[in-house]
């Protein structure tokens, strides 16, 4: 069973950091491209930074230079390092893989997302 699983988000002040995880179990992860998303309310999902089975990372332009993505094939994992965090950060944070991971439910097909992980920033 498909299982997403993140942590590590928190309540930290601006300029302050954080490290994500998400665990991933049910899956052949190291052959997955992983992706970082983040949602406020009422808005769109945004793609933060994405790492390829490979180790090649793309991140948005709005968080080039603070967030680094890795991955620990051996731990089915995905991180993402949070450095110099803004108050326009705070969003809840996922995480899945690129296609997304499915689910079958009463025989239908659908993206499987986890819980996500809140990130607040304060001013």
């Known amino acids: 069973q498909v299982q997403l699983v993140e942590s590590g988000g928190g309540l930290v002040q601006a300029g302050g950091s954080l490290r994500l995880s998400c665990a991933v179990s049910g899956s052949i992860f190291s052959k997955k491209d992983m992706v970082w998303y983040r949602q406020v309310p009422a808005k769109q999902r945004e793609l933060v930074a994405e790492i390829s089975s490979s180790g090649s990372t793309k991140y948005a332009d709005s968080v080039k230079g603070r967030f680094t993505i890795s991955r620990d094939n051996a731990k089915s994992t995905v991180y993402l390092q949070m450095n110099s965090l803004k108050p326009e950060d705070t969003a809840v944070y996922y995480c899945?893989?690129?296609?997304?991971?499915?689910?079958?439910?009463?025989?239908?097909?659908?993206?499987?997302w986890g819980q996500g992980t809140q990130v607040t920033v304060s001013s």
């Open positions: 899945n893989a690129e296609p997304a991971l499915l689910k079958v439910v009463d025989g239908r097909v659908y993206e499987y």
